[in-house]
């Protein structure tokens, strides 16, 4: 069963792609800075235990927090199923398929045929469309090949495996509510509540404290590595290509705010998003850093790049206390 004519969606990042596929089935057609933003989607986090070979450095709201608040702010309702069997994992969704219902996943990428690069990473996320005896027909994101298939056994694997981040078998569907949304209001509340996380960090990993305290354990991690080349080429790679659109999500984030300028006509908008694309760019200047370190392993690239994260901190900070006022006064 394979839902005729299914539009995909065409993204970067995997769950908006995923949850944007379900949204064009409703008929909501966003664009992708729209949702991540919708989705309250900016965030930091700088995180290190004894059980992980070198630290994880990732720049959005946690994973599956943004469809939600998606569909919050668009007044959408969502249904999530969980379950740890295998069996009425699949059930749940090839019922959803065969109503002709496109359905959002959650897995771990490692499994899925069609990725290349084999990382274990389990919240990544992609829309089924269809399935036959043998394939899943999915959408991931643009540079995954858009309208992929992975074997029935291979989607098994990757929904029920277990690690950081990971669900039991995760799958989610999307309908109307029967109300109407107003994008002006939803845009102004998701900025609101972002920032104002962003601004508040429970725990000093998180947002532009997060960022500050990165400056400093990037130095301890660079002396403590066992594989400097692995680890922050990786971390280098993961930061610009692994779906953050580049830059670790600001780019994305940047091209929300021009958009919330264009509808809404507020000047601070439209200054926030000049300082996020300077903001953007130093983001890829920080991945370049890395990559070198791993290449080179010169110390002073370190200090280069603690500095500049030090500066990235604040002005950030800077830049989201004024969208938070400015939102707050709409």
Known sequence: MIIEDFNPFIGQHCETTATGSLLKQLGIHLSEPMLFGLGEGLGFIFWRTKSMDYPFIGGRVKPDQLTQNICNHLGLMLEVKETSSVKKAWKNVKGYIDQGKAVGLKLDCYHLDYFTKKIHFAAHYAAMYGYDQTKAYLIDTQPQGSQVSTSLPSLALARSAKGAMASRNLSYTITHSGQAFDLKKAIQNALINNAQRYLNPPIQNLGYKGILKTATEVKQWFEQSKNIKHEFQTTAMLMERAGTGGALFRNIYRDFLKESYELLAIDAFAVAYERFD???????QVADLLDQIGLTQHKVL?????????????KEHEVMTQLYTAALSI
């Open 278 to 284: 300077n903001i953007a760019q130093q983001w890829t």
């Open 302 to 314: 370190v200090d280069e790049c603690a500095y500049l994260l030090t500066t990235l901190s604040a």
